[in-house]
């Protein structure tokens, strides 16, 4: 039976996660019907194509190239076709592809759908038998470094049950993380789900990595751990709301005797310096060793200059993702503010620098980096410190723009009035003229052409006929006498430079002069 025509749109369609028998009536409709299937991979989704007779034409859209085919598919939509897409199993967009899919159309106001139908997450956060009053899911945890720290101490304090997931291969390690900071929180490990082996491993988060670290699972895994059991967050938010202050905790190293007690406490006071690189954690070891020792290899050069090459092409959204780089190198180099604060002074020079080079009214932008040399202690995180010089950059970009089009008018008009009294000379070049105003001719020809609207070479040529026009109404020089004077090395160039600009011949436009008077 020929199916139904669809509505021209996307449709987001989510497919069985394991049981192919999970999909549902509306998604087979719609794949039956749509134009073309876009799909993570082409050859998971020709098997789920083929277990349901659908023929269809299938296109990959995957983490690689979902930019780019989200124009494809929107102006197949434009073009009046439905267009069905599919990751290779689950909800799109949850922890693959998909979801910048979905921003670009609504961004574009297209029309799109979203199917329902099988999920991991909700699967596994049911099948846990952990609370299920709020959710927190973390998709893939990164694998190592500060963000994996970071990561795992938001799971620590979340208040909501938590849900991730996890390759096998890994799931020891993550174990033995998470009972190193809450041994005794229940979690649970769902393998294989809606599979023939399906299964649901519970205990301790202990528990767990001593299990798990004598045989790793086998299977695609969701790991849900239950909310935390104490209540520092939401006592942060009461103090923060009542009094306006935070509670943070410090750890002091274990010492053997009474007398050393001094030492823990020293240490605990300086693990609240930590605070300064995890602003959204608030309780600090200082028995662990975090980042590199006090060695740790400065900012490179090229790293400052790639930040003035964006700054030079005002590229606001690439200045954001290097700051974004900085405060994530800092937070894995350094665990001492003084430390931090060298490579940021060192950052500030280079910028100041830049400055000065650019010759640049900038008072205003030199006030507010000599207030932070005076004042970087009162930043408290490297991500308030990060966020200031990020706007300060931004400022100087809107600064940028403004000095740039005064000086680059003012360059074309020098150029002008340096063409003006030298469209004599028959040497008269680009190059000669970029020279003259100390810059390279490739930029100096491009930007009089979007100022001026002319090339170089046509301005040049407009003073030259100019000139000769006069010489041929108020004189009687000869013309090999005018083309001398007006730049040209020969009289034959001359006359036909003059008679491609004003269309007639040096002699016809003389006798036309002279008839008029």
Known sequence: MENKKIPAKLYLCATPIGNLEDITLRCLRILRGAAAVYCEDTRNTLKLMN???????????????????????????RGGEAIAFVSDAGMPGVSDPGSRLVRFFVENNLQFEVLPGANAVLTAWVMSGLPTESLYFCGFIPRSGAERSEAVERIKNSEATVVLYESPHRVAATFADFSELFPNRECALVREITKTFEQVIRGTAA?????????????????????????????????????????????GAIVQDLWDLNRSYESAVHALDYRFFFPHQNVFDGREALGHDLSATDFSDSREEELIRLLCKKDVSAIDSWFQDFSRWLTENFR?????????????????KFFYELNLDTHDLEAKILYVYNHL????????????????????????????????????????????ENYASNTLCLNDIASEANVSPAYLSALFKKKQGVSISDYITTQRINAACRYLTATNMTLKEISMKCGYANQYYFSTSFKKKMNVTPSAYRDTQTSKS
């Open 51 to 77: 277990h349901f007779e659908i023929k269809k034409t299938l296109i990959s859209c995957h983490e690689h190239n979902e930019e780019q085919r989200a124009n494809e598919i929107a102006e197949r939509v």
């Open 207 to 251: 528990e767990l990595a001593a299990r798990f670290a004598e045989s790793e699972p086998k299977g695609e895994c969701v790991i849900v751990i239950s909310p935390c059991d104490n209540n520092i967050a939401a006592d942060n938010t009461k103090l923060r709301e009542t009094v306006g202050i935070l509670l943070n905790a410090g750890i």
């Open 336 to 352: 001492t503010k003084s430390f931090t604060f060298i490579q940021i002074y060192s950052l500030l020079g280079r910028i100041l």
């Open 377 to 420: 202690e009162e930043f408290h995180t490297t991500e308030e410190l990060c966020g200031w010089l990020n706007e300060l950059c931004r400022l100087l970009c809107r600064k940028l723009d403004s000095s740039l089009n005064d000086y680059h008018q003012k360059l074309c008009e020098s150029v002008t009035s340096y063409i003006d």
